[in-house]
């Protein structure tokens, strides 16, 4: 029991870390809808896009490698200084060659260069932090980890507020005042990632003491091997940015011209409802891979990781539930601009997408402990397959709902195959039936309120007590178990 109190308390603490930010960019999200026009909104949408992809390639796979050698390796002084020399080499790299090519990326965006810019920094600044936040992860430091996390969103969202609001506000009341000679109204997007731009820079600063403590001493052998590690992991990585955020790429190139603003900037802020859902599973996520990497030794882990991995289920077809439910109450409150709300019926198939990704990652722990993440790469790659091949499918026939459909899709069959291919592997014994339970019914429950009942409270919460009184009836003695150990003095 130990070990799930444990990893409760790590999860609890490193989802305060993603929750708080995550919520703070939830509170914000309304406002980002409402000051935005709908070309700015879409353009804002297509670009968050692009940065994950180039997130990836600039991280290579290294956080992931970095947990596994720094729990392998006796010198993890060496594990640290090898790999944060690594990513500061990439980034000079990234740096001089994609300057080469600046000019056709702003055409492609139709934005200005300087936005351009902007948006090059962040990538840099955002990689150069990756190491060091794996640093405190591993060391078990969620507190100082949060704080900065935190911090990060604090500053960004406060300069948003003052660039967005507070300052075009003061100009409309006082047109003469000389901030009005270098205030420039329809920079909108700019401003967004200026913002952002000074929040990582300030996050890289709370963490400088990591590169202050550097040695310039560089261990070719142990590159060698985390680079085979983290080399797949970084291809896989590729593929599932192409499910995750390619869905809006693909939107801009296939759906009508007149509708490509309206129809990309609905779906980005619509798809934001599922952000509790994301929430879950990156907070979950957050404390079980160093959990994974570290256990793997014992000779319970696979019952471990099976326990693990039916409660992720069980809370995980729960949230889906409730966000399913109440999704109309979030929407008046989440999505001023009604022209966006016709976007609602991809919500279902979104959320049902997160959860899918996040039994994913419960189930990709075979061939992360076994140092065959290319098989991870393999299986992202043949999602990117069914991303890239079910959206030019379905787009043009049923517009956002095809870009959904293919998001639920990608991830089910990564998920499917993963699970196939691991239990061969390294078998876990996963308690299907009690899984297939609670995932059956909770998607039963939801897509047949949500299409056949929405807005009627009385049969979405009369669904919701019954899923928990399921719950609570052939788990309960682990429940009570869990919540005294939690709560033991």
Same mark, same amino acid.
């Given at each position: ?93 990234? /740096?001089?060659?994609?300057? /080469? ?36 992860? +591993? ?32 100009? /409309? ?7 009005? +000679? ?90 934001? %409802? ?21 256990? +793997? ?44 709300? =016709? ?93 297939? /339970? ?19 409270? =009385?049969?979405? %919460? ?28």
């Amino acid at each position: 029991m130990s070990v799930y109190k444990k990893l409760f308390g790590q999860t609890l603490i490193y989802g305060i870390a993603t929750v708080v930010p995550k919520m703070i960019g939830f509170i914000m999200a309304p406002y980002h809808i409402d000051w935005l026009p709908k070309d700015a909104y879409a353009d804002y949408t297509l670009i968050f896009s692009w940065m994950m992809f180039f997130n990836v390639i600039l991280s290579f796979g290294m956080e992931t490698a970095f947990f596994r050698f720094y729990n392998k390796k006796e010198n993890k002084n060496e594990v640290i200084n090898n790999t944060i020399l690594f990513l500061m080499a990439v980034c000079a790299i990234f /740096l001089g060659g994609i300057y /080469l090519f600046k000019e056709s990326i702003d055409l492609y965006f139709e934005i200005p260069p300087i936005v351009v810019s902007y948006l090059i920094w962040i990538l840099v600044l955002d990689t150069l932090v990756v190491i060091p936040f794996a640093i405190l992860r +591993a060391q078990q430091r969620p507190i100082k980890y949060s704080f900065i996390k935190i911090t990060n969103v604090v500053v960004n969202a406060g300069l948003t507020v003052i660039l967005l609001y507070l300052i075009p506000k003061f100009l /409309l009341q006082n047109p003469t005042d000389k901030i009005a +000679a270098y205030y420039n109204f329809g920079f909108q997007v700019g401003y967004l990632f200026l913002a952002n731009l000074i929040a990582s820079g300030i996050t890289l600063l709370l963490l400088s003491n990591h590169y202050l403590k550097l040695k310039l001493k560089f261990n070719k052998s142990l590159w060698k091997e985390m680079i085979m590690y983290s080399f797949p992991v970084m291809i896989g990585g590729l593929a599932f940015v192409i499910n995750e955020t390619f869905d809006k790429v693909f939107l801009k190139e296939l759906l009508p011209e007149s509708f490509v603003d309206l129809g990309l900037a609905s779906y980005g802020a619509i798809y934001k %409802i599922g952000v509790f859902m994301i929430l879950f599973r990156t907070a979950y996520s957050m404390g079980i891979e160093p959990f994974f990497f570290s256990y +793997a030794k014992n000779d319970d882990a696979p019952i471990k990781y099976a326990t693990v991995t039916k409660y992720f289920v069980i809370f995980g077809s729960l949230a889906m539930l409730t966000i399913v439910v109440f999704s109309d109450l979030i929407k008046v409150f989440y999505i001023p601009q009604k022209d966006y709300w =016709f976007a609602m019926e991809i919500v279902p198939y979104i959320i049902l997408a997160n959860l899918m990704l996040g039994i994913y990652t419960n189930l990709s722990v075979w061939y992360k402990i076994q140092d065959k993440t290319k098989i991870g790469a393999y299986i992202s790659i043949v999602g990117a397959i069914v991303t890239v091949v079910l959206n030019f499918i379905l787009i043009p026939i049923i517009g956002l709902l095809g870009a959904a459909i293919t998001t639920l899709l990608a991830y089910a069959t990564m998920m499917l195959i993963s699970y196939v291919l691991g239990q061969k592997s390294y078998p876990i014994p996963y308690d299907k039936k009690i899984i297939g /339970l609670y995932l059956g019914t909770s998607i039963v429950f939801a897509f047949t309120y949500f299409y056949n009942f929405r807005e009627n409270y =009385f049969i979405g %919460i009369t669904f919701l007590l019954i899923f928990v009184g399921m719950i609570y009836y052939n788990e309960r003695v682990m429940i009570q178990r869990i919540l005294k150990s939690v709560l033991k003095k």
